[in-house]
Structures are given as C-alpha cells and as structure tokens.
C-alpha cells in the first residue's frame, strides 16, 4: 500500500516538472513557426476561416499550436485562394514587421498571450498525419481578423487605412 | 512678452503637426456595363450619335441588390474608419438644391444668378470612384456571381485597383446573399489596393492633372507662346513645374499655343508652412508666380477638386 502512495505521490511531483520540458519543446517547435496555412472557406463578416497545418513529434502539441500558426500566418503569410476561396494579403504588409517589432510579438505569441483573443478551433476538425517521426495535425481555425487588424493598429504596428489623413 | 512669443510659437507647431492631408472623398456607383446591361439608362442624341447613359437614380430606385451591396462596402469602410459619400443622397441633395434654387427669388422678383459653370459643378462629384458590377451565371441548378469593384481617380482616369473573383457556385444561396458573400470575401484585396494608393500619395506626392487654357481675344494678348526674354510662356511654366512637383515628375501630352496638358503631376502634399494642399492650393501657386513681376498675367483658377485644377490666362 506504502509502494503505491509512494509511486502516486512520485508521478504526482514528476508532472509539472515534465509540463515544463514539454511546453518549452511546444514554444521550440512554433518559434520557427514551422506550419502551412490554407483557406478553409468563406467566413462571416470580420472573419477569417482557415485550415492551419502544425508540425510536432507530439500530436497534442500540434495540435495545441495551430491557433498561434494561425494568427500568425494571417498576421504575416497570407493565403492562396481557388475552388470560390479567396485569396488574402497578410496583414502586415511590411515584410520586416516581425523582426521589427520583436518584443510586441515575443510576448503576443507568448503561451497564454494576447493571440488566443482572435482565434477559436473549429470543433471537429482536427485532422492528424505521421509523417516520419513527427506529426502534422491539421484544424480549421476561425480567425477574428478585424479585432486582431485593430489591435495591431492600435499598437502601431500596421497602418490603417485612414492613417495620415 | 517671452510668454506671448512662447504661446505663439506653440500654436504654430500645434498646427503644423496637426495638419494632415486632405482626406479623399469616395463614393460607390454602379458601373456603365452593369447599368446598361440591367436596363437602367438614358438614350440621348449626341450630334446625331445615340448615347447611352447610367441613370443612378433608377437603378437605386428599382435594384434592391444594388441597394444592398451599396450599403454593405459602406459598412465595410466605415468600419475601417473612411465613411463613403452617399450616391442617393448626393442625388436626393442635388435635386433638392435644384428645386430651392428654382424657388428662390429676391423681394424685386430676380431669380439667383448661376452660370453654367456653377451648374455643371454642382454635379455629384467625390474624389475616388468606386465601380462596382456583378452578374450571375447559371450553370444547371446552380448560381455563381462574377463581381468587380474597381476604385478610379476621378480626375486623372487612372485605376487605383481592383478587387474581382467568382464566388463558388451554389444551389440553395440566393443572389443577395452571393453578392454579400462575395463583397465580404474581396473587401481587403480591394482595401490593401487602396491603402497601397494612399502610401504611395503620402510618399511620393498627390497625382493631379493641371490644364492650362487662354481666354479668346484676351486684353493682355497673352498666349502660351508669348515670349519674356528668351523663353517662351510654356517653357517659363515648364520650369516652375520642373521645380516645384516631387523629383520634377510631370507629363505634357499636349500643348499649343492656347492650351496645355500636364498629367501624372506629382504634387507635394503640404506646402512650405506645412498646411495641406491640393490641385487648386498647388494651381493658386502657379497663379500667383504668372501674376507677379515680371509676368504680370492676369489668371482665373478654376476649383475642379483635390486632384484636378484648371488656370485660364489673359483674365479674371
């Protein structure tokens, strides 16, 4: 009974301490913001509806990061359109944006930062792939494209578009 | 008196950093094809040639879907804070000036005095014109709308961008709701397209056309050709435009001795104590240098908008 408590109470204490490697390995695998963006459909008004591919030796993790490559691939890639879809400029037009602004997007994209206001997974949509030794899980992200327009705005890291007037 | 001086050189900064340029007017109108194609003209006897022309003020009386997809880019831009001019309203205004005019009469009986030019100018007129058309293709059950908002200087012609696209084809969506979906879907191509217009103003100078004409007969007997020392009238105004546009950017497509061309004039969109400026501030400029020694030209400035302007030579 003692042998059990004792191994209860070890993976007990051992779970924060491995949630910390684990989230770390998540920032690393989305610090290179290493995913494909695609669009999923046409949203309503102030939207944006897109399927958000993730890269992560873990399917949860992947899974976890596609809001984040989401925001981000609206606030910086873009997508293509085709089959009614269509196309989308990044927001940020100016491709240096990113680097520029390095202390904003580090603590935007932070786990827990500003970006989880602007997207929401679309529920049952979550797709997974092996492919090697690393998944790629894929969800439709809806994207609240004029909120995250305005918040970038607003921080004076895009134009808009009655600026200077 | 320190303080006075103080007070004042604070105004003046407050001012010149508050001065912005001149915000561009936009209004949205159904284009030529889509009016003509829906029935929505006029036939007029153009010197023996029939002409068809929009007439606005049916199409919004009669197309709901217009009336619709108007309301929708309005809402749309509103939202990205640049409000647009109303056709309808400009319409509705225009008439109603019309009718208060025509009903206007002095206590000896006389009628306002308004020359045909007043009348021509009080046409609806707004900066940047948004066209907009849509048509709808039938393929067996189901429905897919085309549709082009194209965004055009109204002074110098040139296109400013375009936003266009087929929506997916559908059974069950109606033609409002393609046209809302499709309006939704295009909105920020066309706006990047705007803001890139805008960037590109604010760098490099405000694009106007800056006609110059001469009054027939006129008492000073001047004309473009007139010669003040070695030069020509032309070539005097050639060279204040060489110096006064942004990097000496201007084009004269045409010139005679009565009248001259000049477009793609890149105008610097404040003047030397910062206050914004347009075609008619950058035309008063002009005017004002041809008045003075050794010139002594008497000029008109015709008022034509923000981005267009017109000096007549030879009177007032």
């Not at chain 1, 935007?108 to 049952?124: L, P």
């Not at chain 2, 266009?164 to 295009?186: H, Q």
């Not at chain 2, 805008?198 to 490099?204: A, K, N």
Request: with cysteine; glycine share 8%.
């Amino acid at each position: 009974m003692r042998k059990i408590l004792l191994s209860l109470l070890v993976v007990a204490l051992s779970l924060p301490m491995m949630a910390g490697p684990r989230q770390k390995k998540a920032d690393k695998d989305t610090e290179q913001f290493r995913y494909e963006i695609e669009c999923a459909g046409n949203a309503s008004q102030g939207n944006y509806l897109v399927k958000v591919w993730s890269y992560s030796r873990t399917a949860s993790i992947a899974e976890n990061q596609c809001r984040k490559n989401a925001v981000h691939g609206v606030i910086f890639k873009g997508y293509g359109g085709g089959q009614g879809c269509v196309a989308q400029r990044p927001l940020a037009s100016n491709p240096g944006a990113e680097t520029q602004n390095e202390d904003y997007f580090k603590s935007f994209f932070a786990t827990g930062g500003e970006f989880q206001k602007y997207a929401s997974i679309v529920e049952g949509t979550t797709e997974v792939m092996k492919v090697g030794k690393e998944y790629k899980v894929g969800n439709v992200v809806n994207v609240r494209k004029d909120d995250l327009r305005k918040a970038l705005e607003a921080a004076g890291i895009i134009r808009g578009l009655s600026s200077g007037f | 008196m320190k303080k006075y001086l103080l007070t004042i050189v604070l105004m003046c900064a407050a001012l010149a950093a508050s001065a912005q340029i001149k915000k561009p007017e936009l209004m949205v109108i159904p284009s030529d094809v889509w009016c003509i194609s829906n029935g929505y003209y006029t036939e007029i006897d153009n010197l023996g040639a029939t002409t068809k022309v929009p007439n606005y003020k049916q199409a919004l009386q009669e197309n709901m879907g217009l009336k619709l997809a108007i309301a929708k880019i309005n809402d749309l831009m509103a939202e990205r804070q640049f409000p647009l001019q109303s056709l309808e309203q400009t319409i509705k205004n225009l008439e109603q000036r019309r009718m208060e005019d025509n009903l206007t009469t002095s206590k000896a009986g006389n009628e306002l005095a308004e020359s045909p030019l007043d009348e021509v100018a009080r046409t609806a007129k707004c900066d940047i014109i948004l066209e907009l058309s849509w048509d709808v293709k039938k393929v067996g059950p189901k429905n897919s709308l085309s549709y082009i908002l194209e965004a055009r200087d109204a002074y110098t012609s040139k296109s400013i961008g375009a936003a266009s696209g087929t929506g997916a084809p559908s059974i069950s969506a109606d033609v409002d709701v393609l046209l809302e979906e499709a309006i939704v879907s295009n909105m920020d191509n066309f706006n990047n397209r705007l803001m890139d217009h805008f960037t590109e103003m604010q760098t490099i100078g405000r694009e106007i056309s800056l006609d110059i004409k001469v009054f027939a007969n006129n008492p000073a007997g001047i004309d473009l050709e007139t010669e003040f020392g070695d030069d020509e009238l032309i070539d005097i105004i050639n060279n204040w435009l060489q110096v006064n546009t942004i990097q000496g950017r201007f084009s004269m497509p045409y010139a005679s001795e009565n009248v001259a061309n000049f477009t793609q004039v890149r105008i610097p969109v404040y003047d030397e104590r910062g206050r914004a400026i347009d075609a008619n501030g950058f035309a008063k400029q002009l005017s004002k240098y041809l008045r003075k020694e050794p010139y002594n030209i008497p000029t008109k400035v015709l008022v034509k908008g923000l981005g267009r302007a017109v000096i007549i030579l030879g009177e007032k």
